[in-house]
């Protein structure tokens, strides 16, 4: 969302440095600030630990009870038949439950019948409650928004909680200045300029600003540091100012960039990179070389922001989406913004609730108290169908001005967004699952579901990567008592020349002979010691990826080599690769299958997973030399034309590799079976 506070700033309000003996950069000259430093505050990402679960208490006795019922009987006696805002309270005043009703005294007589049936949750609730508190509301929608203010600032006990809900960071430009400044922004938006966002969080809108810096050359220093400026700084040099500061650019030229930049922002992006395109052809028929060279960066530079976005939509606008998981008696809400087309990041969050609530109940209640302090977008997608969707739409369409439409989208890119915020809720659940139980606790857990004879020390993790036999590396990652230990980490060029190319059992045998054998024959003594001496060399326990044939082959290797002290485990992936429905194999005893929710699970999952990514980035490292050496012109399909159109959208081949298909489907000439071969050229499915 884009919002503009400026006031008829004052172009002339910024006066021509005086030429002085001003030092070349001060202190805070090496790094401007990006950040309005009267807005800040700590940086907002995933919420670092998950809530305390509540736990229930066992059957409710009479007596308490019937003390609840008698106090909400008598509340009902005085309740309103209008809409309004009910407060349940303890002996202690403190606030137990806060609900909402359309018609208060009917709500409130569903709480205070004997004979009603109620989850035990209710019924807790109710036993506790020693008196009621109302109040009256005109309508229902605005008992709603009543409600959501009055749990955020309350935290009643048994309602849905939004925890650690911090402001979003917003990009500034600036609009009280001649020269206007980019930073990122917090808080009221009362400073002249143009606010882009929200954004997911600080890092997101760090990378945002750097690339805008590098597309755009707007300046992010402070006023007072422009002001004594007699030199351009060390951003002018590297080429991420346009250096106002000392007039190396004309007012008219800056004026330029930071349209270019504002509009880019806005969702034009295409016109800029077109513009910027047009303007690098017709420098380089001019022979002006240097000229072309930086409109290639900028056009570079605007490919990697979009590349850094992810997923970007393609009929949607301006929406967020909210994905709701639960698993293990936690719930995971993920939240995408999309703004002008173009994806401002997700966040997770992990609301403190009870096991009873269905995920509908706790999407509908974090979304009101979501919205309570921050603008709505348009559109507003979800994972699930919640009860009063449209009393919510109503709500936030009158505190936002214009029409909001909630929806859970059954088909089309729409629903392809909330299945792709569902997966990103379903994995942050996971990885905070297995964070929460401690790294000791989990090699116990370990050692003990698997059998091992002690909690592993050392855990080896091997995996290869390879594309028909080409570039063909494997790699081995550790993990210990204190997680995973990097300066461990190894890679291996695959060398053996009689290998059938796909081989992976050969691979693994290459791989596994030259890590042992200089455990078997380690160097001579007065041999320089290595940094990491002190951890354990000889791993516990050795995971492999695969199922019980890859189990047995690895066996047949240690058989060969005289190990017999290290344990050996495989893990096979779940049918159709699901994650939670994995198959571990170990010698000697039947497949071991654990509960999708097994903390041990989702470990042995982060393992094997953290093996591929290691060994898919060796793997891309070794093809990148032969990529970029053969060029587009490989591509079957890619002719003179497409590559042309391919370097103006992109700016560089490096900035096509990043591309995902949705961006490369974007260029003039690329049809959608082209953009998949390029794709697919940069992006293979490794062996």
Known sequence: MVHDSTDNPDDTRARKPERGSAPDIPPEGLAPPDLDPATTSGDDEDDSRLPDILEESGAVGEEPLATGHEAIERAVRFAPTSPGVYRMLNANSDVLYVGKAKNVKKRLSNYARLSAPQPARILRMIAATVSVEIV??????????????????LRPRFNVQLRDDKSFPYILITGDHWAPQILKHRGAQ??????????????????????????????SCTDSFFESRSRPCLLYQIRRCAGPCTREIDFPGYTTLVREATDFLSGKSQAVKQELAGEMEKASSALEFESAALYRDRLAALSAIQSQQGINPRTVEEADVFAIHQEGGFSCVEVFFFRTGQNWGNRAYFPRAEKTFTPE?????????????????????????IEESELLANALSIKAGHKIEVTAPKRGEKKELVTHAL?????????????????GR????????????????????????????????????????????????????????????????GMMREVLERRFRRLINPPEEGAAKTKDDDFPQ??????????????????????????????????????????????LFMPEREAIKLEPRDPVLYFIQRLRDEAHRFVIGSHRKLRKKDIREAGLQEIPGIGPSRKRALLHHFGTLKEIERASIVDLGKVPGVSAESARRIFEYFHPQPG
């Open 136 to 153: 009256s509301t005109t309508t229902e929608t605005e008992a709603l928004l009543l409600e959501a203010n009055l749990i955020k600032q």
């Open 190 to 219: 009362s400073r002249p300029g143009r606010y882009f966002g929200p954004f997911a969080s600080a890092g997101a809108v760090n990378r945002t600003i750097t690339a805008l810096q590098r597309a755009f050359l707007i300046r």
């Open 361 to 385: 109940e706790v999407l509908g209640s974090f979304l009101a108290q979501f919205y309570d302090d921050k603008p709505p977008p348009k559109v507003i997608l979800l994972s699930h169908e």
């Open 423 to 439: 997966t990103n809720a379903r994995e942050a659940l996971g990885r905070k699952l297995a964070d929460t139980a401690t790294q």
């Open 442 to 505: 989990l090699l116990e857990a370990m050692a003990a579901t698997l059998s091992l004879p002690h909690p592993p020390k050392r855990i080896e993790v091997y995996d290869n990567s390879h594309i028909q036999g080409t570039n063909a590396v494997g790699a081995m990652i550790v993990a210990g008592p204190d997680g995973f230990v990097k300066n461990q980490y190894r890679k291996f060029n695959i060398k053996s020349e009689g290998l059938t190319p796909g081989d992976d059992y």
């Open 538 to 583: 000889w791993p516990d326990l050795v995971i492999i990826d695969g199922g019980r044939g890859q189990l047995n082959a690895v066996r047949e290797i240690f058989a060969g080599l005289g190990l017999t002290q290290v344990s050996l485990m495989s893990v096979a992936k779940g049918p159709d690769r699901d994650a939670g429905r994995e198959t």
